[in-house]
């Protein structure tokens, strides 16, 4: 259980980092594109009122965050892509508090699934990429657990490289393409 | 000469199938030579006699493709020939010999019920003899594929090996659809790359593409249902069975020499391990038995081992088990990263994904003497497949936003690229018949 403790004080430290700045370093391409058009207009975190879950939010549903928080550029769950690094599937410091929200929201609502979309850059052979891509996705699924976030609620789907989100061969492309995205269902 | 007889009879009726399929056809792939041997064998291939008859096939056209692609040999232009035999009673050694030809191929194509019968020779020129003669009967539908069969017996009298013209190659393309997202296809085309058939579009990745020993079916992985899973998949019919969906990977199916039997990763257990499915109790066996990643399976012809990568010894490496069970052993120990090991046909070395430093390229280590040849210039080359001769490694490489296929010798000595409309083309997987 010591381990449940120390994600715990990271998990507070980060809520409040979050807070702070919301404009880390971020704003990578295809996921700024895809989420920007459907949040526009929303406004601030909605609290737990706002959590109206279509998925059938359990008992006191909703906690800080809600579904809207998803597609507000203001509200820490509007981030939903984790970078690795290269052959890694360790999740670095700065993104511990991205994964962080999302566990809050999800602890808080238990109908709510998501799929952590587990990415590779291109070099290399494609099938040992889905394996690395895989061992991200469990990486975050394995923080969001200790995070009280139920199993059940987590599905990791390992696409290797054959979704980069940057199309080019240099660093910066398979930096961007190294990966760990939230899906979530109409998000 | 009965037993090709038979055999082209057996394909016919495939090809007869293969004419219903509900499939499109897709773009063609051109192939080029980049490298060839420094001297390649000149050799005339004299268009075949056709008795008046309009056929649909330039066979000595695609005889001569066949023998200049392989980079072994120079075919003639037909236009600077002085004759033009087509019976062994025409022809002259001396206008040969003049023309500075090695070897000639003369012959005829007569309609027969339901087809063709085709007749050739061959001939060393130098010696002024014949060295083998054929009769094949061929279904009309299948004439293209008897002259790629005819260059591949020219190609074993005059190097002592198999041909493999007479073979086809799977892979995977991925372009954008007129809807505007992207769509991915496996498709299977002629060795040559003619006459591509789409098996399965999707518009969720498709991967890994595999043959069974037989040539009949093929096993791939798809995300068809946003998640991975197995399918099989008759060519012939189209017909196609779901074979894996767990929780977690379903990847990288190779098919056992006895057809019985998939290997397969999955990471149902929590981690990538590499399995053996058998195909009719379901049955699986877990082979790699490690909590590092393990995958990419490959049997030996034999079926007695298979070759996986696993990084358990902290970077991706080839490691070889028995198919039965039991302890793994390490194969690679030159460069930081070897994956994706195929077995060659005689089972005596392996082609993988060599990497390390400035890229990834394709390699071949002996098994026997354990020295590595790196065959390819990288810098992102991978998905190894030998011929069945395994006179040639076919293998997948990107510049730009393209991707093209390429082939080389095991030698390293001759290069094809073959490159396709559809401009993203991977995975390549050489059919073994």
């Known amino acids: 259980m010591k381990p449940m403790k120390i994600f715990l004080g990271v998990f507070l430290a980060s809520v409040v980092l979050a807070g702070c700045s919301s404009t880390g370093k971020k704003g990578e391409g295809e996921e700024g594109a895809a989420a920007g058009a459907a949040g526009a207009g929303t406004s601030g975190y909605s609290g737990g009122a706002g959590g109206g879950l279509s998925g059938g939010a359990g008992a006191g549903g909703g906690g800080r965050y809600g ?19 290269y052959d890694s599937s360790e999740v670095a410091p700065e993104y511990v508090a991205v994964v962080a929200a999302h566990a809050e929201f999800l602890a808080a609502n238990p109908g709510q699934h998501v799929t952590l979309e587990g990415h590779a850059d291109e070099r290399g052979s ?62 | 000469m009965e037993k090709i007889v038979r055999t082209w009879i057996a394909a016919g009726a495939l090809a007869l199938i293969g004419a219903m399929w509900p499939l499109h056809a897709g773009a063609e792939l051109k192939i080029e030579i980049t490298q060839g041997v420094e001297r390649a064998s000149p050799i ?13 096939v330039d066979v000595a056209d695609v005889i001569s493709a066949d023998l200049n692609r392989s980079g072994r040999f120079k075919a003639m232009d037909p236009d ?38 085709v007749e050739f020779h061959l001939y060393d020129v130098l010696r002024g003899g014949e060295m083998v003669s054929y009769t094949i009967d061929s279904p009309a539908a299948d004439l293209r594929r008897t002259a790629h069969r005819i260059a591949d017996i020219v190609y074993q009298q005059l190097t002592g090996m198999p041909g493999a013209f007479a073979t086809r ?7 954008m659809g007129e809807n505007g997202k992207r769509q991915y296809k496996v498709q299977v ?39 991975s899973a197995i399918y099989t998949q008759t060519l ?9 969906s767990l929780p977690g990977i379903n990847g990288a199916p190779a098919w056992a020499p006895d057809g019985s039997r998939l290997a397969v990763t999955l990471s149902k257990d929590g981690n990538a ?14 082979v790699s038995n490690n909590r590092a990643i393990d995958t990419e399976p490959n049997w030996s012809p034999d079926g007695s081992s298979i070759v996986f990568t696993s990084d358990r010894g902290g970077k991706p490496q080839l490691y070889l088990a028995p198919a039965s069970g039991g302890a793994a052993q390490r194969v690679t120990y030159e460069g930081e990263y070897n994956a994706r090991g195929v077995f060659a046909p005689d089972g005596k070395s392996l082609a993988m994904v060599h990497g390390g430093g400035g890229g990834f390229r394709i390699a071949v280590l002996d098994l026997a003497s354990k020295s590595l040849r790196v065959l390819t210039k990288g810098p992102l080359d991978e998905s190894p497949s030998f011929a069945s001769n395994g006179s040639m490694i076919m293998y997948a490489s990107k510049v730009g936003s393209e991707g093209y296929l390429n082939a080389v010798s095991v030698d390293g000595s001759v290069q094809q690229r073959l490159s396709s409309e559809t401009r993203d083309v991977r995975e390549p997987a050489w059919s073994p018949l």
């Open chain 1, 67 to 85: 579904v809207a928080d998803l597609d507000n550029p203001q509200s820490p769950l509007y981030k939903k892509v984790v970078y690795f690094q």
């Open chain 1, 126 to 187: 494609r099938e040992y990429n889905v394996a690395l891509g895989e061992g991200r996705g469990k990486s975050v699924a394995n923080m969001l657990k200790l995070q009280g976030v139920s199993d059940a609620q987590i599905q990791v789907v390992s696409y290797g490289e054959e979704k980069p989100a940057c199309m080019g061969h240099d660093d910066s492309c398979w930096q961007q393409n190294r990966r760990v995205e939230f899906a979530y269902p109409g998000h």
């Open chain 2, 44 to 56: 005339a291939i004299a268009p075949f006699g056709a008795q008046g008859a309009q056929l649909p």
């Open chain 2, 80 to 117: 600077s020939m002085m004759s033009r035999p087509e019976t062994p009673d025409q022809v002259r050694f001396k206008d040969w010999q003049l023309l500075g030809q090695d070897h000639l191929v003369i012959g005829q194509v007569r309609p027969a019920a339901g087809g063709y019968t």
């Open chain 2, 169 to 175: 190659i799977a892979y995977v393309t991925s372009a």
């Open chain 2, 189 to 227: 085309a002629d060795a040559d790359g003619f006459g591509p058939q789409t098996i399965v579009t999707s518009p969720e990745p498709l991967m890994s593409p595999s043959w069974s020993a037989d040539g009949n079916k093929l096993a791939y992985v798809s995300f068809e249902n946003k998640t």
């Open chain 2, 236 to 244: 012939a019919t189209g017909q196609r069975q779901l074979v894996s």
């Open chain 2, 273 to 286: 391990e590499v399995y053996v499915l058998n195909l009719q109790s379901k049955a699986l066996l877990n």
